[in-house]
């Protein structure tokens, strides 16, 4: 674990969390996309749920 991606995953998640009670998706998924660089980093799995839900992402033309 490295303390720049811990730090990424912190920010993230917090970004992502505001973004949620902001109600402001493009935030929420900006949120998302650095909270996962940082789990990746410390090789963790990304999350792959929606933000604010616990569903999981569909890809089109997946």
Do not use: F
């Amino acid at each position: 674990m490295t303390v720049k991606a811990s730090i990424k995953e912190t920010a993230g998640a917090t970004e992502e969390e505001l973004g949620e009670a902001l109600h402001d998706a493009r935030m929420a998924d900006k949120g998302r996309q650095l909270r996962n660089e940082g789990r990746i980093e410390n090789g963790k799995m990304p999350k792959t749920t929606v933000p604010g839900t616990q569903k999981e992402k569909h890809h089109m033309g997946s």
